[in-house]
């Protein structure tokens, strides 16, 4: 449900950013990116679309601020319409973080392996929120990704997944005017696309360690 994932600089990554109409020109590569990190989002503001840095741990802008207290990098779909946190969110601030891949751990008796995971022949858009805090001298944009039920493919390694959108149905979500009724739909425990895993160092478990994912197994297509 995740908390790594990776963002680099290929075909895949341009041509959904084409797609979802936005340009943030040469890509930099981002390995390992962890909750409070900052990441590359897409939204929408003031009716237009951008692609903005924001802390991947979503600060809601009625708190006190940045913090770590509550884990707030990941927003489970059940709960969108319940929590103070999400509510507003959902329905006016939803938002696209585009991935190349993503690391979760298969928990194997005694043992955590960490699996690389990314879909078969182009990038991942994974549905989100997000929201501005400030307090007349700070200024924060963070963002969350939503999770929901793991496919049947995906749960033998963990029992959630991101909510991982095609660029269609991410325009769908990025639609300010669509009735969040309508966005259940994408929420369903199924796969839009094949995802391929491969286990990998488990170095990778460390947040500090940004350098790119060594394989250390085979792949396999779910």
Known sequence: MPSRYNISDDANIHLLLAKLNVDLG???NRYNLAPTDQVPVIHQWEGQRLISDMRWWLVPHWSNGPS??????????EVLEESRAYYGCFRHKRCIIPAHSFVEWQHTGQQKIPYLFSA?????AFAGLYDYWTNGVEHV????IITTVSSPEFEPFHPRMPVMLTSESAELWLDEKQDTAMLYQLFEPVLPYPLQA???DSQYGNAHNKAE???VGDRVVL
């Open 68 to 77: 770590t207290d509550y884990p707030m990098f990941n927003a489970r779909c």
């Open 120 to 124: 078969v022949d182009q990038a991942m």
């Open 213 to 215: 994912p060594i394989l």
């Open 141 to 144: 944009l963070s963002c969350a």
């Open 26 to 28: 040469p890509v930099p």
């Open 198 to 200: 491969v286990a990998i």
